[in-house]
């Protein structure tokens, strides 16, 4: 068959088609179900467009101060729809999660306000944010204390714990949606809005504020649905759909977004100013996009899920579990392992295919890192890429696909570099 002998050109063996084949046959409905929630994603991005009366007008560049940028305000508009938020702030002037989480945080905390974390210690970034690790700048610097309950080992929430860590200084509960490169389950938007529920019921004022990142249009509801006050999120993972070269976004209540807003420009001008040179038609075209995009990686996560747990190996999320994030997590137990499988991720990338990721010493790290991406923005995760700390248990992160046929070839591609440095067999 044709479809066969391009994948041979690829490099890709018989054998490992045909066992990749029988994973794929057996994964239907699990395929039917992500497209029909992609489906209701894709509605509800145009049905906000729409409403909000998206016109190409709103693509034209501003320059300088950015006064009556037009296109801007109507794409914080349109996400504010689309997370059913009252308002919005989406900005290239966000430059990575990172950022967008620390104005959010920072805009809304002052001095003697107490953070609390209910999900045990947050994303890597984060703890330099918040002066869990020192540094200059941190909240801690401003006077924001930090507190966190560590998640039951069963991976729920600890709501006793957390009923009582709440207290008179306690201003901002930030939760991490996705488990990130933790081992954790991922929160579902409805787990989420658990425990805002309780934290409201004990503090009617708390800001509850939801690290979104990997999250967006993996389910069809968002947090604000669920109670959030904030979500947030970068523009380089799913929202972006890809085409968005930067950005990050906080949809949300308008008075905290407000105020994130100021922290962003400057006091007194907020959300009134800011350019948006060009890039809003990359913005607005990849959230059209993402629902779908979104779709692509899930199913490449969950098809990875299902490949490798039958050649023995852990997986977390598991082969049958319900997604609520798109980063798949698998252990392969060796160096080798995590390096093969990272080479065959590069491997079958359209960008720098040709070269060999090996494992380094990266800053701020305890030990090598390998990563593969192939992307064509720097750095992002809704292409498809992985990444591996070289130590026990050797498990190695992975994530996105703007189709699902380039992850699907990423996979088989991981699976033959495997294959070739003989640490499976297929048959
Ligand atoms: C990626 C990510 C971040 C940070 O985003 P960057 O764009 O890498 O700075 C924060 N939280 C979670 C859960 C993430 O996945």
């Known amino acids: 068959m044709e479809l066969e002998t391009m994948y041979r050109s690829l490099g890709i063996c018989p054998q490992v088609l045909d066992f990749a084949k029988k994973t794929e046959d057996s994964l ?47 794409l914080e508009s349109v996400y504010a729809s689309v997370f059913r938020a009252e308002s919005a702030l989406v900005r290239p002037q966000l430059i990575s999660g990172t950022h967008a989480l620390h104005v959010a945080l920072s805009g809304n905390l002052r001095p003697g306000d107490e953070l609390l974390s209910p999900n045990g210690k947050p994303y890597d970034t984060l703890e330099e944010v918040i002066g ?17 309950v560590d998640l039951l080992p069963d991976g729920t929430f600890d709501l006793d714990g957390i009923a009582k860590a709440i207290n008179e200084k306690t201003k901002l509960m930030t939760i991490q949606r996705s488990k990130g490169y933790a081992a954790r389950p991922t929160f579902s938007v409805e787990q989420i809005g658990e425990v805002i529920r309780l934290a409201k019921k004990i503090k009617p004022d708390l ?15 968002e947090p604000v649905e669920a109670g959030a006050d904030m979500a947030v999120g970068s523009l380089i993972k799913n929202p972006g759909g890809g085409l968005a070269p930067i950005g990050g976004y906080i949809v949300g209540r308008k008075d905290c977004v407000d105020r994130a807003s100021f922290r962003l420009s400057a006091p007194g001008l907020g959300k009134e100013v800011g350019a948006s040179l060009g890039l809003n038609q990359s913005l607005y075209q ?30 977390v999320p598991d082969s049958r579990e319900e997604r609520h994030d798109i980063i798949q997590a698998i252990t392969f137990g060796t160096p080798e392992g995590v390096i093969a499988f990272c080479q065959g991720i590069q491997a079958a990338a359209p960008v720098d295919s040709f070269v060999t990721p090996e494992p380094w010493d990266m800053p701020g790290y305890d030990s090598p890192v390998i990563m593969a991406a192939g992307a064509f923005v720097q750095g992002s995760s809704i292409e498809l890429s992985a ?41």
């Open 28 to 74: 239907k409905d699990r395929f039917e179900a992500i497209d029909r929630r992609a489906e209701y994603n894709q509605l509800k991005v145009i049905k906000a467009m729409q409403d909000n009366r998206v016109s190409d007008i709103h693509f034209a560049a501003t320059t300088g101060y950015g006064y009556n940028d037009l296109g801007r305000d109507t």
């Open 132 to 148: 869990i690790r020192e540094s200059p700048g941190s909240l801690k610097e401003y006077g924001v204390t930090y507190r966190q």
């Open 207 to 221: 800001i509850c504020m939801v690290d979104n990142c990997y999250g967006e249009f993996v389910e069809t509801t």
């Open 286 to 315: 990849g959230l059209f996009l993402s629902p779908t995009v979104v779709a692509g990686a899930l199913k490449g996560a969950v098809f990875a899920a299902n490949i490798y747990e039958k050649l023995g190996f852990s997986v």
């Open 387 to 427: 990444d591996a700390p070289i130590k026990p248990p050797y498990a190695v992160y992975f994530q996105g696909g703007l189709t699902w046929y380039h992850a699907k070839l990423g996979i088989l591609m991981s699976l033959q570099k495997l294959l070739d440095a003989g640490t499976i067999k297929i048959l």
